[in-house]
Every structure is written in C-alpha cells, then in structure tokens.
C-alpha cells in the first residue's frame, strides 16, 4: 500500500510506550514544581511576531533564520512560539499579574517551533518544559531554581549533575564585552562563512554558539564575560555560587557560556551529566532583569529555564513504575456483557491499574495470545510483568458465577468464585 500522507519533516508521531514514558515525566515534573509553589501557565502557540523579535532579539539565529512566520487574512504576522518565555511574559503583563503579589512562581509544558535541520533528539516541533520565576532579584532565586531543577532530574534517575555556571552582567557590561570580543575575533575571522560573519557584525556573543572548527580556534583566548562585570553583577554572582555550594549542587564556572538569547542578564547555566558523554547539557536558563520592562510592564526581575523534552526523554534513565496488568478474555460474543461486568469489578479493586477486556471475543485461544504479546512487552509499558493476569470468562464460569484466572508469568490456572475475585486480586498483587 502507497502512503498518501505523511508526518511532516521534522515532526514525529509519539506512539506507545514512548508517549507513556513522555506522560510520567510530565507527571514528575507538575508533581516536583508543584510541591514548591509553582502553578500551571498555558500560552497560546500563536503570539505577534513583533514579541519575539523585540524579546529574543533580531540578531539571533532563532529570529533571523528559524521561527515560522505568516501572515494572516488580515495580513498581521504571526509566529508560531520557538520558546515559551516571551509568550509567558506577554500574558502576566496582559492579565495584570506583573502588578500583582511577588514572588510570582509559573511552569509550562508544551510545543514550540523552529524551522531548523532535524538531527537527533530535535525537531521542527518540540516540547519544552519551563519554568519561569518573578519579582526575585537576589541570589536565591537562582539558588531556589536550580536545586528544585536537581530534584526533579533525580527523579528522572539523572545522576553526577552539575550546573556550568556563568554571568554576563548588565546589558552595558554585555556590550562592552561584545566589543572587546569582536576586536579580538576579527583579525582571525577571515576563514568564517557567511552566517558567523554577519554574527560578528551584529551581534558577537552568537559566535560562541558556532560549531565550525575556524571559529572555535578564533575564540581561543576571547576575553571572559567575567571580566567586565560591574560590581554588583560580580557580589551576585559570587552569592549565587556561595548559596549553590551551601545547597550541595556542584557548579563549575564557563566563561564561554552566554545562552542563545539576547535577553539574558547576570547568570546564566546549563546543566550537565557526566554520563552523557560529549552532549552533557540537559537543559539550559538564566536571569532576565529587564525583560518584563522591555515588553511593556513595571520593572520586574525574573529568571527561568527551558527543558527540551524530546532531548531529555532521549536520555533520561528512569523506568515507568510497573502498573497491574488484567485482560478479560470472553469465550464467545455471549459473554462479553459479563466479561465487562468483571472488568469493571477489577478496576475498583485495582486502582491505577491496567485492565483490558477483548471487545472482539475472539475466544479465549486467540484471547491469551492477545495477553502474551503484551506480557512481551510489560517492561516497554511499564506493566508489572510478574503480577498480569488473564481472567477468562465462559459459559460455565458465568453458569457457575465463578471465574478462572491465569497467572501469565507462570502458566498457573485456578477457578473460584467470583465473590472471591478483589480479595485474590489484591493478593495476586503482593504475591
């Protein structure tokens, strides 16, 4: 058979049991931030092109090469969201909660979208998991952030993390540094391409995001945005690093660390595994001072971070927690009203659990090979292999009121009573 359609490049279709694992992760993390005071914020996917432009920065590769822009009927231009953080900072302005109470604590979880070549763990359309912090201007916030990040990737059986730690000061510091750094590339830049040319020109942070071997060579020796940091930038960052050491996160300090956006003040991170190999970061986020004012709202400092998920599904070593696992299997269309009748028996005494009934009543032949192809794949679903039970479900069973439950892992069989159906249930469980 020819396919008429397809998935569209750079997009995927999440099937079972990938989605279940992506489900239990968004679990763990509304569970994790949650439990620190953090509330659930949904932004629309469509925002004003103007917003990105004027939040992200025209110079970055994001804008000036990746984002999905359109006109509409109207010929308003709209962009679907490459990052959540403008979009978020957009509805607090508009919804008044910039004036409201601080500290304001938020996280998302959701799509974003960016028109660039598809490679491993990224694509066109992705999601992302964030979190964003307001009306904090002093080093806790960071220190708050980050260890609430340690223990939501613990959860997800993260190990050896560490935070790669950096500040770029205030947006005159961070010009002062972009300056001295184009000084310093420029006499090596003739061996760029074009795109990290017009980076150097316009903005020369950008070059720290470049793979090609020629920039990475003419970077050796750049000057550190440490260096220019004003004094009040310099006592944050020194704090920031005393409050992470109090907390018991490793750090360690990257100066070539700047972030891909331009709106970006005093610390920035990324977090890292050392089992991950050479693509260590996780995730990444930092401070952004002055980006609630820029957008039209009161002062307000705030900080975040976004978490790529299809990158940290990816990677992550965590397991689905097994689940119990029933399939009622009817002998014949006869008695599929009573097979339902069980099944619904068996979901209040096994909460949380899985239970399928064979709709088709193919037979209780056919039925059990239905149950050893998911016995097969238990583990992928995160089914408790050794508890799943096939209750089979005939014409003496329903004539007796009985049923015969069969133990998948073992091949054992007993028939009893169906009155005696939840308290078996539950010791097959602890068996």
Not at 185 to 197: A, H, I, N, Q, Y
Request: glycine share 10%; proline share 6%.
């Amino acid at each position: 058979m020819t396919l008429r359609y397809r998935s569209v490049k750079g997009t995927r279709d999440l099937l079972p049991p990938e989605s279940e694992r992506w489900a239990e992760a968004e679990r763990i993390a509304r569970e994790t931030f949650r439990s620190w005071g953090y509330a659930e914020i949904r932004t629309p996917v469509l925002e004003d092109t103007a917003l990105f432009e004027r939040s992200v920065g025209e110079t970055t590769d994001i804008v000036h090469k990746e984002m999905y822009t359109f006109p509409d009927r109207k010929g308003r231009s709209l962009t679907m969201r490459p990052e959540n953080t403008a979009g978020v900072v957009r509805a607090v302005i508009e919804n008044g909660l910039a004036a409201g109470p601080m500290p304001l604590r938020l996280y998302y979880i959701g799509p974003q979208f960016r028109y660039e070549r598809p490679q491993a763990g990224r694509f066109r359309e992705f999601s992302q998991i964030g979190v964003e912090l307001f009306g904090i201007s002093g080093p806790a916030a960071e220190a708050e952030v980050l260890e609430m990040l340690f223990e939501f990737l613990r959860a997800l059986g993260f190990r050896a993390l560490s935070v790669a730690l950096n500040s770029v000061g205030t947006p005159a510091t961070r010009t002062a540094f972009g300056e001295a750094l184009r000084s310093h590339v420029l006499p090596r830049s003739t061996g760029f391409g074009e795109d990290d040319l017009r980076k150097l020109a316009e903005n020369p942070l950008r070059l720290f995001d470049s793979k090609d071997p020629v920039v990475r060579a003419a970077l050796e020796g750049a000057p550190r945005t440490v260096d220019f940091l004003d004094v009040a930038s310099r006592r944050h960052h020194d704090e920031v690093r005393g409050l992470l050491a109090d907390a018991g996160i490793p750090f360690a300090e990257n100066p070539a660390l700047v972030r891909g956006l331009d709106y970006y003040t005093r610390t920035v991170f990324e977090i890292v595994s050392e089992d991950l190999g050479a693509q260590d970061a996780i995730l990444g986020g930092g401070r952004y001072d002055g980006l609630v004012e820029s957008l039209g709202g009161p002062s307000v400092p705030a900080i975040g971070f976004a978490i790529g998920e299809d990158r940290l599904l990816q990677v992550a070593p965590f397991r689905l927690s097994p689940r119990a696992c029933v399939l009622v299997l009817p002998q014949r269309t006869d008695d599929l009203a009573e097979a339902v009748r069980v099944a619904r028996e068996i979901r209040a005494a096994l909460p949380g659990g899985c239970v399928e009934v064979d709709l088709s009543a193919r037979g209780i032949k056919k039925g059990l090979a239905r149950a050893s192809a998911l016995f097969d794949e238990a583990e992928a679903r995160g089914l408790d292999k050794k508890g799943m039970l096939a209750v089979l479900v005939g014409e003496r069973e329903r004539a007796d009121g009985a049923v015969t439950v069969k133990r998948l892992a073992t091949g054992e069989q007993e028939t009893f009573p169906r009155s005696e159906l939840a308290e078996r249930l539950g010791a097959a469980r602890e068996a």
